[in-house]
């Protein structure tokens, strides 16, 4: 983006860049730009809480008045303690011929509808695949985790992206199912930690480093920490 924004000022559009990682943005320099120490995400900072949005919006646009580079710095800062975890419960199980994953996602289906609903269809799956295919598509990792060659196991497309349309819709289905707005990454470590679906994941995960897939396919299934 840093770079983009030296492209429209030199056609005579000013910018303002926001970055959340300090030595990123000092790295890309761009004309003008805010260091937000925010999680990763978040880059107005907190969800739901609109006066603090604008009073980034605010500081941000102010820098337009300069005509010098500049980077200047939030004067609040949101911390990640990186060991939070969504408290979500998970639907009992079902249909006990299923596989646990499966029986799961099925059960969190009217939530993620929920989700779906009160984000104005902003959050969600259906980038590769839709909600109602989900299930599908975690049996695939499913197939991966207990031995079956990645490139063999149907996986409905580049696996990084099916892994992330799993997840929304997992993370989706949560937000509906609490009353407040979660502290960054705790509904994804909720996912990985606590779900059935969660473990088969880190389980393909596994079985594909170790059928020594191409490291993009096996290492973005989940967040780079994991």
């Known amino acids: 983006m840093s770079t983009l924004?030296?492209?429209f000022e030199a056609e005579g559009i000013a910018t303002v860049a926001l970055g959340s990682i300090r030595k990123?943005?000092?790295g890309s320099a761009p004309p003008r730009g805010l260091w937000c120490d925010f999680p990763l995400g978040r880059p107005l900072g907190k969800p739901g809480d609109p006066?603090?949005?604008h009073r980034v919006l605010d500081v941000a646009f102010a820098l337009l008045n300069t005509t010098e580079p500049v980077l200047a710095e939030f004067d609040e800062s949101i911390p990640d303690g990186g060991d939070e975890m969504l408290a979500c419960p998970l639907p009992p199980r079902h249909d006990p011929d299923a596989h646990p994953a499966?029986?799961?996602a099925r059960g969190l289906l009217a939530a993620y509808d929920r989700g779906v609903e009160m984000s104005d269809g902003r959050f969600g799956a259906g980038r590769v695949v839709a909600a109602d295919d989900i299930p599908a598509a975690i049996e695939a990792?499913?197939?991966i985790s207990e031995g079956t060659?990645?490139?063999e196991a149907g996986i409905p497309g580049?696996?990084?992206r099916v892994s992330h349309d799993i997840r929304s819709y997992y993370e989706t289905a949560a937000l509906a199912m609490v009353d407040h707005a979660p502290a960054a990454w705790a509904s994804t470590r909720w996912f990985l930690d606590q779900t059935e679906t969660g473990k088969v994941m880190m389980a393909a995960r596994q079985a594909m480093q170790d059928q020594d897939a191409p490291q993009p396919m096996w290492f973005y299934l989940t967040p780079g920490d994991r």
Request: hydrophobic share 50%; charged share 25%; aromatic share 14%.
């Open 5 to 7: 924004a030296h492209v």
């Open 24 to 26: 990123q943005i000092e």
């Open 51 to 53: 006066e603090f949005q």
């Open 102 to 104: 499966i029986d799961e």
């Open 141 to 143: 990792f499913i197939r």
């Open 149 to 151: 060659p990645w490139a």
């Open 158 to 160: 580049l696996p990084m």
